[in-house]
């Protein structure tokens, strides 16, 4: 095994959050009521790097919810929201909480979804956490194949518009973040630009992706099986990329993250491209200063952009 890396904080404690009595008292009452019972516990989720409200609302009458709450006026109320029809559409194979209700009340926007028993994996990956999550994304993949949102923006147009960093820096429009200056960036420069031009052709397909398919979007219930959360970014592509920013904590967990790849058969370029675009996205950003998100977000992007460039580095024999 290689050696392990872990990033600063774990990624079950990296959000910062208004807790349950941060919010107005006209919401909070709208809530208990639209749940029959008044609010007994508000557990704040750890993970995640909004600053909106979530939790694990438990009533007097012993009914557990998970609801997300945020100002009409924050983006994150439209990201719920997107989230809610998402959900609500997905087919019944696929591990993940669906809806229970939506409002607006007292400015916000609430989204109620079924409560998971379940924890964020730790890091380093346990091997039996990993299969089980891996099972998960394959089923919905093979779900997903005919996808079930509409209008979903293709991968491709993703990767040229928000996922060329490394081509940026080499044209001379954008200059080498700090993030990147002491690693193998600025020795392969062109090649990474390269790997990155190439990828929109690799990742093109017609099925939907989850997107965003990270650790800390990820729950292990009480028996052992992984539900996928937080489905707020799909798009269209081929459902090995979405494996690849999974895999990249297992990476950095010292496992054999070619191995645990195999079984999507990606394109050898369309990996290495998929690692370039996404460490130079990462790391870009990095480098941006404090973030409007959670104070962790900015060590978040380093790790993973740093555990992508080192991931493919070691493929290429940098």
Known sequence: MRPISLPDVPYGATAVRPQWPDLPKSLRKA???????????????????TRAFAALLSTAE?????????????????????????????????????????????????????????HVPALPWQPAELQATLAAWSTAAAA??????????????????????W?????????????????????????????????????????MLHGDLRIDNV?????????????????????????????ISAFASGLDADAYLAPWDPPAEGVDGALAALSGYWLIRADGGPSSASPHSRQHQRFSGEQALTWLAERRGW
């Open 31 to 49: 809530i208990a009521a639209r749940l029959g019972a008044p609010i007994a516990e508000a557990r704040s989720a750890g993970g995640g790097f």
């Open 62 to 118: 012993g009914e557990k919810v998970f609801v997300k709450a945020a100002p009409l006026r924050d983006p994150n109320s439209e990201w719920y929201a997107r989230e809610a029809a998402i959900t609500a559409a997905l087919p019944a194979e696929i591990n993940a909480a669906r809806p229970r209700w939506t409002m607006e009340h007292s400015g916000y926007f609430v989204l109620c979804l079924e409560a998971i028993d379940g």
């Open 144 to 165: 997903l194949a005919t996808p079930t949102t509409p209008g979903l923006p293709p991968l491709a147009e993703i990767i040229r518009a928000e996922m060329s960093g």
């Open 167 to 207: 081509s940026e820096i080499a044209a001379g429009r954008e200059p080498m973040p700090h993030t990147a200056r002491n690693t193998v960036a600025p020795a392969h420069l062109l090649e990474l630009a390269d790997l990155e031009q190439a990828l929109p052709d690799l990742v093109k397909g017609s099925g």
């Open 219 to 247: 729950l292990i219930d009480r028996t052992g099986e992984a539900r996928l959360c937080d489905w707020t970014w799909p798009c269209l592509g081929a459902p090995w990329f979405d494996t690849i920013t999974l895999l």
